[in-house]
Every structure is written in C-alpha cells, then in structure tokens.
C-alpha cells in the first residue's frame, strides 16, 4: 500500500512542479524584460520571448535544457558577435559567476540596439540574466553628452564676457570676451587678481568717468551682495556694459558682462518701432482680431469694423464671437442662413489641434472675404480679413506673368540650373543646355550632376581630362566653399559657374560665357603697363625694365636714359586739334622704335614726353641715337597738309656714371632735357654735374620768393594808360616789383614763372589785387587800376570771392577795377575759365585780353566772351614803321576791336611816331614809357596832375 501512494505523491509533486514552471512562465511572459534562467550547470531553465527578441534568437534553438555555451553560439551565428568571441565570453561568464558577485553591463548590438544585461546568482547555484532595452536611454545619454560639449564650446565663444570670483574676492577665471568687453590688457588681469585691483585698473584706464576707483568698487560690492539684477558701466569711449552677478554658494560670484551699447539704441529704435507698428495695426489693409481661448473678443482694428459694418461700441472686448456673427447677420453682411454653429464647431476643432482654419467667404453683396484663424501658444487666437475679390480678379494675370516668367528663363542671356542637396535638377533652362550642346532629353529634372557631366565630356567639351576627374574635382571644390568655378572648354570658350546656395538646401547655378571677358582683362593687364594711343611702355613698366637693366649695370654693363620732349607740339593741338596731335605722337612713336634696338626699351611718359631705355657702351651709343632722333623727328610728315615745325629735345644720362638709382637717373635725364630745350630746342644734352648746380640755385630762389611775400619785400608800381580819343588819363596798370635784400631787384620774368610752378602765385596774386584796390580807392573817381590775373589763378578756388572781398575791403566801386587775363588762361581750360569772368564781369569788374596776337589765336574766345579791351602785345608795336606784317596786324586787331565795340590798347608805345602809328591804325587807348615809367603809389597823385589833362601834343 505504501508503494502506490508514494507513486501517487511524486506524480502530484510533479504536477506542482510543472503548475508552478507554467506559472513562472507565464509571468516572465508579462514583463517587458528579456529574462532566462539558468540551473547550476549552466542550463536554460526558463526563459521568456522578450529575451529571444532582443537578442534575434530562434524559439526552435533556444529552449529549457539548452546549455549556456550552446546558447551563444547561436546567438553569435545570429550576427549578434563574431563567431571566435564564444569562447571568450564564455569564460568571461563562468569567471563571473564563480565570483559570487552580480553584475549589470551594456552593450550595443550590431543592429543598433543598446540593451543591459544584469546578472544575478541564486540560491540554489543557478543564475539568472534580466535584459532590457534601453536604446532610447543611450541616446538621450548620447545626445545629453554633446550637449553638454556644446554648451562648454558655447561658453568659450559665447557673445557674453564670463568671470568667476572667490570668497577672497580674487578672481578665479574669466573668458577672452571678458577682457574684450572691458578692453582689459591680458598680461594684467590672471587668475589671481583681486576685484580691486581689476577695478583700479580699469578706472586708471579712463572708465568710469565720475566715478573714483574706491566709489565703483564699493557699487560693485554692494550690487553683488545685495542681488542687484543688473548694474550698467560705461567705459571711456562712452560704450555701455551691462554687468549681472551672482552670488555662489562659496562666498564668491559669477558675473556675465555684455556691451548694450548697440542694444539700448536698438530699444530706443524698436520703442519708436513700436509706435509705428501700433498706427500699421490700425491703418493696415486687413481686418484684424484677437479672441480669447473662450473665444471673445480682446482687440480688433477699424478695418473689421468697416468690412462687418459694426459700430465701435458693438464690438468691445468681452463681445463672443456668436454674439458678433449675430450682429454681421442683421447687418445683411452674412446672409440669414449662415450656419454660425457649424463655424464654432469647426473653429474649435481646428484650434485644439493647433491648427489654422482658413475660410473664404461671399458676401451677399459680391465680395469675397478670406478668413483665418490662427491658434496662440496660450490657447487664444487671432483672426485675420481680407477681401480677395481683386485677387481672384488678379488670376488670370497671375498665370500670364508665370508664363512670361518662363519665357523669360529661358530666354536669359545667362544658362542657368538649380539642383537639390543631392545635386539633381530640380530645373535648368535651354541656355544652359545649348551652351554646352548638351541634349534636351538627357538633361532635365531629376539627372544628376554626375550625368551632366559625363554627357557634356562625352561631347568633347573637356578633352584633357576625365569624366570621373572632372565631377570630383567638382564636388571637391563646391564643397571647399569654391562658390565660382570657371570651365575651359575645348572650343576657347571660358564659362563662369556661380554657386548661389538656397535655404532649404541644394544650389542655384548660373552659367555665362565670360570668354570675351577673359580678353578685356588680358587687354586691361596689358593696358596697364602700355600707353593707350602709342601702346608704347608706360612708366610703370619702363621703371620695371630700368630696374632691371641697372642690376645688369652692377655687373659690369652699361645703359642709358633718354628722356624726350617735343618742340612745338602744343601749337599742333591748338591749331589742328587733339585728333591730329594723337596721329602725330602715334608718328613719332613709330619712328622712336624704327631707331632702336630690340634689347632697348621704348615708352611714352605722358603728354609729349618719351623716354628710351638703351644698354650698349655709353655715352657714345645715347649721342649716336640722340642724334639720329632728333634728325629723324625733326623732319615730320605734313600736318592736315599744313607744315608744321616740329622737333625733339633729349636728355641724356647714363648708367653707372651718373648713379645706379632709377629715381635718380631719371632726374639727371629731365636735368640735361632742361638744358637741351634752353637751347633752342632742336637739339640733345648729356648731363653734367653743373646742371644740378643751377637746379639748386633755382630751388634757393624760390625758397627765397616765399620769404618774401612775409617779409613784405613786394611792392606795386603804377604805369599810366591814355586813351586816344580825348588824350585823358583813364587809368594805371599795377605792376609787381620784388627788392630782394641781398640780390636788389629781381626781374619778374624771372620770379613769376617760379611762383606759377610752385602755386606762390595765389597767395601773391591776392596780394597784388588788394593793394592795388586799396592804392586806387585814393584816387579820383575817374582813373581806373588794372591788374594781371595767372591761370593759376583761375585754377584755384575762390577767385570770385577774393576779388568781391578785395572790391569790398578797399571800398573801391568794381567798375573802376580791370582784370588782365593772357590767352593762355583760357588755352587751359576755357569754360571753366570763362564761367569765372562771367561772374566777375556781373560784378561789375572790366575784363580786358592781354597780349592779344601772340601765340595763338584767340577770335573763338571773342566769340565766347566779349571782353571790355584788347591789349596789342609790345612786339607789335615796337617794329611799326620797320615791319609790314607788324602794321597790318596791328591796324586788323584795332578794326576787330572796332566792329566789336571793344577798346584796343596799344601797349609799348615809346616814341612819339610809333604814337601816332597806333593813332592811324585806329587804336582807342595807349600805354607805354612815353607817357610815363611804372611809378611808385606815392608818386600817382603826381602823375595824374600832370596826365589830366595831357598838355603834350603828339
């Protein structure tokens, strides 16, 4: 009996067992752990089908019974480790268990999946594994990681200057901006300092002005421990500094400091920004509202008001939105039946999800309104009205102006393609393709670069180098920030690729043939060191080949610099015009290379001058050429079939006799053209040392010429002028005189030349016109003073104006004052100059040409200005009766004068039968010796009593 019921026993136990197994396994089944139980030898006891799915195992393989090692073998032939590592985990988990220690790892699977594994003993020598995914974990601990980076990278480049101070008030650590913001010196304020030092420091350097070093720190302190929200600094340049501090737990603080310089203008300007955005607000075209998350009314403008044909008083905040399309109902502007709850309805769907409505709708009386209502983070929403019914209208032209637009792309002058981040069309136009003769179908939304170009090399476009090569390089350089890129393609054509970067990724490409652009530039480069009309050497690239030539001079060659100016050549712009000029300089530059060797150099300076640059054994090789230019120039074609006298003058100076720098023996050259043109032009000039000599004595002449216009070594006399008709004294001619201390008098032709050079004449002018119109001022009403006036006078500013003050500061009556003006004033510049005597002719002042018939001819510019006197130059005058040609001139200009109703004076005149010759020839006024020498002011009052009225008889 007893067998049967321990028979009956174990099979009840047995049932226990598997009840209980049943159990357990259904509960592992329930958690969201993967967990597998082993026995003490290592055995799968139990495991659930969270363990076989995260680990990718196979129900049909892992099963109760199962071994450990058996276990990773499978899991290794799943992909989950390498196949050789079995062994070693295995050991590595046998070592762990005989530890007696638990243990938690993690590990990332090679699908990406993150999972701990905690291993746990039991009591009975048997071991548990509990597994969990924690891959969302991982990567927010990943991501928590770089943020963490970027915020420290964030704070070593932040905007704001940081500090930290300690309990001790020393500072603790402070980052560069810090220093800049404060414009504190690094090699002072370290780790270290006190915040007394730093303040003393900076207030030393001007800051804080009104402030004492002790009254800042002792702000400063008290901020800091007061918890002040901020405090502002200002520096020495008036910048401002908004400092906030904290207070640390240790007794220090932290402090971060900002320059608000440019904030707090910004707050000025976005204060009156403000007020313009409430008058847009309220001005604006649309209809605007804004409603709680109850949906009334907090704020509407006067548009809605208009559109919905409500009274202010109708529409106050507080007013729901039932309430108001109840009122827009009776108003007739939504029709009767207009469904208002179906409009909440649908509102607050729209809202809760976050979600804009927009409705459009017709009014009764044909317009069309577009509504939308638009969510707010704290649950309220704002509400727009437009009336569209001019733009449905718009359409139509809508579509016309796209379709232009697409006429337009592709009839740009430009090729143009746009690519996605992926660099595939997105859209190119037929510029583009047929600039490459690529085909249509191959190109075309959705190809890629890669194929663009394979196509266009396989057309020949790029034989020098591959397909692969040509994209990669590419890529390469779109991708080194190359936003230009240029394609030379196999027919000489130049294409310029502009990258132009789009917001939301990928690239706009614009194409253009930049090929003649090429060539302007190789013709600008080329330009730049060649003289446009002779395409000679400039003097930039004539320096170059000197500089070059004279490092051959330093081993032992030799060279020389001609510098060449052409006689006469201001008389062929004058009388055959500049276009004629230019065919001669042209001439002459031909000629200039015929004469010289290749290994020289040829080069026009500027104007008429021209310089050689000759090696060969000097100075006899420079003579020989010297001479052979000044033969062959001498001797110029026939000018608009007019012969013209035109020659060459040259200076010579050679290299290394005369020095080995250009600057100086480019000097020495001018020096010896200086000497060749004093000649007589014609003719060619080594340079001597002696030349240098006079340069300085004419250097020591103008310093002295300065000197004395302070010193007052000036002084004016007085030469009288008659007129003919009634033999009256009319008036005197102001003539400078200079009595040098040393030198006694100094002849103005030798004196006004060096202050017209050096601008002297301005301020000597000045002078001049002032004392003459206070000397005149003493004189009877009647007598008038005339006074010679430079070109460079009219070159400087102010001319009008100094002679108005003159006028003024004298007292002297403008009709009385006659300003003499040479032909040459007017050759400079002849509008400009004549707008100048304009204006002096409407103040009154008589204007009168000097030196009429000398040099030039000067009828255009009666034709400009009608002066109030012609004066006939002294050469005229003096050869009357011996010269023909002198009388004739003399008697055209008087009867010129005539027809014109202008005065002629005869100047010069110093007999009593070259008096009477001038008489004859019709002349109205005289001036000369025979009627008087230029006189000192004193003696004028005398003279006049003895010329008015003039008892001699011509």
């Not at 049909?60 to 071994?67: N, Y």
């Not at 913001?181 to 007394?196: A, E």
């Not at 004052?817 to 002042?845: K, S, W």
Request: proline fraction near 4%.
């Amino acid at each position: 009996m007893a067998a049967p019921r321990n028979k009956i026993r174990r099979s009840r136990k047995a049932q226990t067992i598997t009840a209980r197994l049943a159990l357990s396994q259904n509960v592992l089944e329930s958690v969201t752990q993967g967990v597998c139980v082993y026995d003490a030898d290592n055995r799968v006891v139990l495991l659930n089908q969270r363990f076989l799915e995260l680990f990718n195992l196979s129900p049909d393989v892992i099963r109760q019974g199962i071994s450990y090692r058996q276990l990773l073998e499978h899991s290794a032939s799943r992909g989950n480790f390498a196949p050789e590592l079995v062994e070693d985990h295995y050991q590595t988990r046998l070592a762990l268990l005989a530890s007696g220690r638990p243990c938690s790892v993690e590990q990332e699977q090679p699908n990406g999946v993150v999972t701990t594994l905690d291993v746990r003993l039991l009591p009975d020598g048997g071991w548990l594994t509990v597994c969990d995914d924690v891959t969302p974990r991982a990567r927010l601990e990943k991501a928590l990681r770089v943020q963490t980076e970027r915020i420290e990278h964030a704070v070593a480049n932040m905007s704001h200057g940081l500090s930290m101070f300690g309990a001790d008030e020393k500072l603790i650590v402070c980052n560069r901006q810090y220093l800049e913001v404060y414009g504190l010196d690094p090699q002072i304020i370290r780790p270290g300092i006190t915040h007394r030092a730093m303040i003393e420091h900076w207030v030393a350097k001007g800051n804080a002005p009104g402030l004492s070093a002790n009254e800042l720190y002792s702000r400063r302190m008290s901020e800091i421990r007061s918890g002040t929200r901020a405090g502002f600094l200002t520096r020495a340049d008036q910048r401002v500094i908004q400092v906030i501090s904290r207070e640390t737990p240790d007794g220090g603080w932290v402090s971060a400091c900002e320059d608000v310089t440019e904030r707090r203008r910004s707050e000025e300007a976005l204060r009156q920004k403000n007020l313009l955005l409430d008058a847009a607000l309220e001005n604006m075209a649309h209809g605007l509202c804004v409603y709680d998350k109850d949906m009334r009314l907090l704020v509407c403008n006067s548009n809605y008001l208009k559109i919905y044909g409500l009274a202010p008083h109708e529409a106050r905040p507080g007013t729901h939105l039932s309430d108001l399309v109840s009122m827009v109902k009776q108003n007739g502007v939504y029709a009767a039946d207009f469904a208002t709850d179906q409009l909440l309805y649908d509102l607050r769907a729209r809202l809760s999800g976050h979600k804009d409505l927009a409705v459009q709708r017709r009014m009764p009386d044909g317009r069309r309104l577009a509504v939308r209502y638009s969510p707010l983070s704290d649950g309220s929403f704002v509400c727009t009205y437009e009336d569209v019914t001019d733009r449905e209208r718009d359409h139509d032209e809508l579509s016309e102006q796209y379709r232009r637009f697409d006429a337009a792309l592709n009839n740009m002058s430009q090729g143009l393609c746009m690519l996605d981040g992926n660099l595939r069309v997105i859209v190119c136009n037929r510029r583009y393709i047929d600039m490459y003769g690529m085909s249509p179908e191959i190109v075309k939304p959705g190809v890629t670069m890669r194929e663009i170009i394979e196509h266009s090399w396989a057309l020949g476009n790029y034989p020098a180098t591959t397909a692969q090569q040509l994209y990669d390089d590419y890529v390469k350089r779109l991708n080194e920030g190359a936003r230009t890129q240029h394609r030379h393609l196999s027919d000489g054509r130049i294409i310029k690729l502009s990258h132009h970067p789009m917001d939301q990724g990928g690239w706009i490409i614009t194409y253009e043939d930049v090929t003649e652009r090429h060539k302007a530039q190789e013709r600008v480069a080329h330009m730049a060191k060649h003289d446009a009309l002779t395409d000679l050497a400039n003097r930039v690239l004539f320096r170059e080949k000197m500089a070059d030539s004279l490092k051959e001079v330093a081993q032992g060659d030799a060279m020389a610099v001609l510098c060449l100016d052409l006689d006469n050549f201001k008389t062929v712009n004058d009388r055959l015009g500049h276009a004629v000029g230019d065919d001669h300089l042209r001439w002459v530059a031909a000629r200039l290379l015929e004469c010289v060797s290749e290994a020289d150099t040829v080069a026009r300076l500027g104007g008429d001058e021209f310089a050689v640059l000759q090696r060969g054994p000097q100075p006899q090789s420079a003579e020989a050429l010297a001479r052979r230019l000044v033969e062959v120039i001498g001797r110029p074609p026939p000018l608009e079939n007019q012969t013209i006298h035109t020659g060459v003058s040259i200076g010579i100076a050679t290299a290394p006799d005369h020095g080995l720098d250009p600057d100086e023996l480019m000097k020495r050259a001018d020096l010896a053209l200086y000497q060749a043109k004093a000649k007589g032009r014609g003719a060619y000039q080594l340079f001597q040392p002696d030349m240098e000599t006079q340069v300085r004595s004419r250097q020591t002449l103008e310093a002295e010429l300065r000197k004395a216009l302070e010193a007052g070594e000036f002084h004016l006399a007085f030469q009288p002028q008659v007129h003919l008709g009634n033999n009256e004294l009319t008036g005197f001619e102001a003539l400078l005189r200079w009595h040098h201390a040393k030198r006694g008098a100094v002849s103005p032709a030798e004196f006004i030349p060096i202050a017209e050079e050096t601008g002297l004449i301005v301020p000597l002018g000045e002078w001049v016109l002032r004392s003459a119109c206070a000397t005149a001022a003493k004189w009877p009403d009647f007598v008038r003073v005339a006074v010679n006036l430079s070109p460079v006078q009219f070159r400087a500013r102010g001319l009008v104006a100094m002679v108005t003050s003159a006028l003024a500061g004298a007292g002297l009556a403008p009709h009385r004052l006659e300003l003499e003006v040479t032909e040459t004033a007017l050759l400079e510049d002849d509008e400009a100059t004549v707008a100048i005597l304009r204006q002096l002719r409407t103040l009154g002042v008589r204007i009168s040409l000097d030196d009429f018939g000398v040099g030039y001819s000067a009828l255009g510019y009666l034709r400009k200005f009608r002066f109030d006197t012609i004066k006939i130059d002294r050469s005229f005058v003096q050869t009357l009766g011996e010269s023909h040609e002198s009388g004739a001139i003399v008697r055209t200009i008087a009867a010129l004068g005539a027809n014109l109703g202008v005065e002629t004076t005869a100047e010069g005149v110093e007999t009593a039968q070259q008096l009477e010759l001038v008489r004859e020839a019709g002349c109205t006024a005289v001036q000369g010796f025979y009627f008087g020498r230029p006189r000192p002011a004193a003696d004028i009052g005398r003279v006049i009593e003895q010329l008015n009225p003039i008892d001699r008889v011509a």
